[in-house]
């Protein structure tokens, strides 16, 4: 068998990102005794950590996000997995030695590796309306479980109609006084026994078949200007001290467009093996392009990718059988 010449440095798998996909991957990344490292990208909060409460996940009935995620992260820790809270800004192919691999350039340093596993999440997607810009951290949120408190007795703003539109909805009435769903049809996308749940608290009241026009304020978020899809010519303001945004995802894979194939979303398309269209790249959780994105999902996802990349440098090290 030829030699490899693998230079010393390089490692048998890195992680672009945390989170429930990327921390299991690491997890059963470092138990197969693979090098690796996890790169916990610090630009965007993974999703789970924002969450308040879950109590889907199985054998686990109710915990914060922000408390299995770092359940995650010890675990994943005590197997070995070494962690570094570093943005990746790009990827290149690279040889390394005699066979192909990859190169990691991040905010403040450069990795070698012979495969990827790219979990980077999703960020919250923008209204794109007047005032949005302007007033984010005066008044507008993506995260209730961050600043729910500072509207303690005060009323707020909801914008969507989706599980966590309403879940964050649900988590807000214990501290404002009135909370105003502004949905843009006539029923909520949310799971039904969070409708219910919604549908049953005196402090959640609705906008149906509206869409916010703009934010309006003065120093600080003071109202939103909404109109009724149905009736164009109708418009109302409604008067809020805080606006928060739950519309939608949008993929971090910006750094990793032109490397791998996205879908018309920006989401990485994979096989069932979490194979990526390029050779040695593989990705997981909220990153791809799937049905459902849910924290059981996520980690299903990072083992698949974990196995799948453990089973490549095997092969590139001449150990596969």
Not at 47 to 58: A, C, S
Not at 269 to 289: E, Q, Y
Request: aromatic fraction near 8%; hydrophobic fraction near 40%; charge should be negative.
């Amino acid at each position: 068998m030829p030699d490899i010449n693998i230079p010393e440095d390089t490692y048998d798998i890195i992680i672009v990102g945390g989170g429930p996909g990327g921390l299991t991957a690491g997890l059963y990344a470092a138990r197969a005794d693979m090098k690796v490292l996890l790169l916990e990208g610090n630009a965007q909060a993974s999703q789970i950590t924002m969450t308040d409460m879950i109590e889907n996940y199985p054998g686990i009935p109710e915990i914060s996000g922000f408390e299995l995620n770092d359940t995650f992260k010890k675990q994943a820790i005590s197997f070995g997995l070494d962690i570094r809270p570093e943005q990746v800004s790009r990827i290149n192919r690279e040889e390394q030695g005699n066979v192909e691999g990859w190169e990691i350039i991040t905010d403040n340093d450069v990795y070698r590796t012979l495969s990827v596993i790219v979990s980077a999440g999703a960020a919250w997607s923008r209204l794109g309306v007047p005032g949005e810009q302007e007033f984010v951290g005066r008044g507008i949120s993506y995260c209730a479980t961050c600043d729910a408190p500072f509207y303690r007795d005060r009323e707020v703003a909801v914008i969507g109609g989706g599980d966590t539109a309403v879940e964050e909805a649900i988590y807000l009435t214990k501290f404002a006084s009135k909370v105003t769903i502004i949905h843009r049809r006539d029923r909520l996308r949310a799971t039904a026994i969070l409708q219910q749940r919604a549908f049953a608290n005196e402090k959640i009241t609705f906008a149906w078949d509206s869409t916010v026009e703009e934010i309006l304020g003065e120093g600080g978020v003071t109202g939103v200007r909404i109109r009724n899809v149905k009736t164009p010519d109708r418009h109302e303001e409604l008067p809020v001290d805080g606006v928060f945004i739950f519309v939608g995802l949008v993929p971090n894979t910006a750094f990793i467009k032109g490397i791998v194939n996205l879908n018309e979303d920006g989401y990485i398309i994979t096989d069932g093996d979490m194979k990526t269209s390029a050779g040695g790249i593989f990705a997981c959780g909220d990153c791809i392009s799937k049905s459902l994105r849910q924290v059981v999902t996520a980690c299903g996802d990072g083992a698949t990718a974990a196995h799948s990349a453990s089973l490549h440098v095997d092969e590139l090290r001449g150990q596969a059988y």
